[in-house]
């Protein structure tokens, strides 16, 4: 069994920046993609970015794309979401979760961390 754990949540100014990590123990981390996913207040879970267990391939968002990376190292088999440029309608809580492939969609995806939460202020 794989567990996940987020951290680096904040609060920030619009513009500014934050970098996620999700670190993962028990089982083997480095055949799994891993994605990060967000929920607001009222909303459902919605994708942000997902990166192959390679970390060669990475899908993200349309509202996110140009300003977050997502990235893992599985030395350390922890992956990591750097958030530049960050817009009032980023906060949620984010999370992530492990699959075999890089879908997009939440129910592909196990093993969810407790979630860290990104505040971002006008």
């Known amino acids: 069994q794989v567990r996940l754990e987020e951290s680096g949540g904040g609060s920030v100014q619009a513009g500014g920046s934050l970098r996620l990590s999700c670190a993962a123990s028990?089982?083997?981390?480095?055949?799994?993609?891993l994605g990060w996913f967000r929920q607001a207040p009222g909303r459902e879970r919605e994708f942000v970015a997902t990166?192959?267990?390679?970390?060669?391939?990475?899908y993200y968002a349309d509202s996110v794309k140009g300003r977050f990376t997502a990235s893992r190292d599985n030395t350390k088999n922890t992956v990591f979401l750097q958030m530049n440029s960050l817009k009032p309608e980023d906060t949620a809580i984010y999370y992530c979760?492990?699959?075999?492939?890089?879908?997009?969609?939440?129910?592909?995806?196990?093993?969810w961390g407790q979630g860290t939460q990104v505040t971002v202020s006008s």
């Open positions: 028990g089982r083997t981390f480095g055949n799994y993609a």
């Open positions: 979760g492990r699959a075999d492939y890089e879908w997009k969609t939440a129910d592909a995806y196990d093993s």
């Open positions: 990166v192959s267990w390679s970390g060669g391939v990475t």
